[in-house]
């Protein structure tokens, strides 16, 4: 009897412990790129499942998982992207999705980030001045905060602006996300 839970999506992973962890309870393929120097062939591979299959990237919070995001991106249209918060990856010193939990995976996978769309928003660093997302004393919290509550993952300025743009939202929207 599968007491796994099914995921329709392929799953992108930086490792085997990644992969292992994964595997323990959901039932999906799994891609891993054997760290930030993705070959060749793995992004090829994952470029000819893109044109069938849904694919969700679910890499460590740390430089190396943003770089294998880039370059998949650079690279594969159409790619989703889940988020687990720094602090829900920590385990034995150690930051990596093998060392979160079922649970916090399962909401990642629950949160996925969409392909950036071809409608992209038009913020500016100026917005996210006078949001206070740069250049006050807390800006680094409330990145901090409204990557949480779009599952948006850790940004510093530049990524935050990327992302909220992909999303194609507005001022005010992220206004309301940040001071409710």
């Not at 004393?137 to 949480?148: F, I, P, V, W």
């Amino acid at each position: 009897m599968n007491t796994k839970t099914p995921y329709d999506a392929v799953i992108v992973v930086e490792g085997t412990s990644d992969m292992a962890l994964l595997s323990s309870f959901l039932d999906c393929d799994i891609v891993i790129t054997n760290g930030s120097d993705v070959p060749r062939e793995t992004i090829d591979y994952l470029k000819t499942l893109s044109s069938t299959r849904q694919i969700v990237v679910l890499t460590d919070p740390d430089s190396p998982g943003k770089r294998i995001r880039d370059i998949l991106d650079e690279n594969i249209p159409g790619l989703y992207h889940a988020y687990i918060p720094k602090e829900k990856c920590i385990k034995h010193h150690k930051v990596g999705i093998a060392e979160s939990s079922k649970d916090d995976i399962l909401e990642a996978l629950s949160h996925l980030q969409p392909p950036v769309s071809k409608e992209r928003g038009n913020l500016t660093y100026a917005d996210l001045f006078e949001l206070g997302l740069v250049g006050a004393h807390n800006s680094s919290y409330l990145r901090e905060e409204l990557g949480k509550k779009l599952h948006l993952g850790q940004c510093n300025a530049k990524t935050i602006l990327k992302r909220l743009n992909a999303l194609n939202l507005s001022k005010e929207n992220i206004r309301e996300t940040i001071y409710g």
